[in-house]
């Protein structure tokens, strides 16, 4: 069975830095693995994605310079370092992995896995 644990989240407050983490048991192999975040009455949009082989990462491009995903293949581990956190950026987020290559990796709807979400709360 496959789990995937969120943690890391909180309230912090405008401009601080957070970095979630997202530990994966079950399953051996992936190609992609990221982040997407829900906000209420909104679409799950995607924030970042890195390769197994963590030779590629993708981010949305409103959120380069300030997020840095990366990840530990020796701990089924992935991170998300948020620096100058904006209250905008207040929401849930989820782990998701993508199987396999095929797809693009900007949808949720091409992930297999999920996680339950962290919370992160930006105050002003």
């Known amino acids: 069975q496959v789990q995937l644990v969120e943690s890391g989240g909180g309230l912090v407050q405008t401009g601080d830095s957070l970095t979630l983490s997202c530990t994966a048991s079950?399953?051996?192999?992936?190609?992609?693995m990221g982040w997407f975040r829900q906000a209420p009455g909104q679409e799950r949009e995607f924030v970042a994605t890195?390769?197994?082989?963590?030779?590629?990462?993708f981010y949305r491009d409103s959120l380069k310079g300030r997020f840095t995903i990366f990840k530990e293949n020796a701990k089924n581990t992935m991170y998300l370092q948020m620096n100058n956190l904006k209250p905008e950026d207040t929401t849930v987020y989820y782990c998701?992995?993508?199987?396999?290559?095929?797809?693009?990796?900007?949808?949720?709807?091409?992930?297999?896995?999920w996680g339950q979400g962290t919370r992160i709360t930006v105050s002003s």
């Open positions: 890195v390769s197994w082989s963590g030779s590629s990462t």
């Open positions: 079950g399953i051996t192999g992936w190609y992609a």
């Open positions: 998701a992995v993508k199987s396999s290559r095929a797809n693009d990796v900007y949808y949720m709807s091409n992930y297999d896995y």
